[in-house]
């Protein structure tokens, strides 16, 4: 039986979220953003379990779960819904839908993996692929000279995040995605990344008010940040970056090679975390 868990959602911070915490646990994850995708990666990946969300763009979680259930080859497939719903009635109609369980939103990571695992059978559960990444202390998280650390990156273009996605994982780390401060806060969080790199220009919470909101946060406020830029090239936004406590400024563009030597050596210093810019 295959240890992979399909995920239908289509909020980009709750799909990473679920998707980081799976992999984690040692479970191959496949994607879908809407109810057609998803029932087509259903058919052609016979899914260990499929979580999917009830509030979808054209066809809803109550449809997909109808046409799961009506397949000879997916019905025995465990099926969670994950909703925002919590009213009096959600948990009766879920059910009565087809689902085989639900996971109400906002995810609480500590129990995410417990509450999957409850619907797969012993004998087919995942072994971890790491130490829980939301429990473990700050003495035994990995440091900077260990791949396989955690970068939150955030940034409002995508085409920025998909370049910083691929040359971080293509150095050896897991990868979590923000649009905006307010969605990273909410991510760094649940994951505790050891490393957030953060733009500034972004809608709702910037990169300024989101480093804010990291150094006053008991959990956080040790994580190395390095703030990046294109546009924010003045003295002063340097100045307002190391008042904030970030621990490094880069301006792009940047090579890819000297970004991940800066990375490195912040990770490196984070016992002591320095300021410092890149022209």
């Not at 984690?24 to 057609?36: E, I, L, Q």
């Not at 300024?208 to 390095?226: E, H, K, N, Y």
Request: charge should be negative; include cysteine; glycine fraction near 6%.
């Amino acid at each position: 039986m295959p240890m992979q868990i399909l995920v239908i959602e289509d909020n980009p911070a709750n799909l990473d979220l679920m998707s980081y915490l799976l992999t984690a646990y040692g479970y191959d994850v496949v994607t879908a953003t809407n109810g057609s995708d998803g029932l087509a990666q259903a058919r052609r990946e016979r899914p260990l379990l499929i979580l999917c969300d009830i509030q979808l763009p054209g066809m809803d979680g109550y449809a997909i779960v109808k046409q799961l259930k009506g397949d000879a080859e997916l019905r025995t497939c465990p099926v969670l819904a994950v909703t925002a719903f919590a009213m009096v009635g959600d948990r009766e109609r879920i059910h009565g839908a087809g689902f085989d369980g639900y996971i109400s939103k906002p995810i609480n990571p500590e129990t995410f993996t417990q509450q999957i695992e409850a619907h797969i059978a012993p004998a087919a559960r995942a072994t971890p692929r790491t130490r829980d990444p939301v429990s473990e202390s700050d003495n035994t998280r990995p440091r900077g000279d260990d791949k396989k650390m955690t970068v939150l990156v955030v940034d409002n273009s995508a085409a920025d995040r998909e370049l910083l996605r691929g040359l971080l994982e293509g150095s050896g780390y897991s990868v979590v995605l923000a649009r905006d401060g307010a969605e990273a806060l909410w991510l760094a969080q649940a994951v505790r990344p050891n490393l957030i790199i953060s733009d500034i220009d972004m809608p709702n919470v910037d990169g300024f008010a989101f480093l804010r909101s990291v150094r006053i946060d008991p959990q956080l406020q040790v994580t190395p940040f390095i703030m990046i830029s294109a546009t924010a090239t003045e003295a002063t936004h340097m100045v307002t970056a190391r008042e904030l406590g970030a621990n490094r400024f880069i301006v792009r563009p940047i090579e890819p090679s000297e970004l991940l030597t800066g990375i490195e050596d912040v990770l490196k210093q984070s016992q002591s975390p320095t300021l410092s810019t890149h022209p």
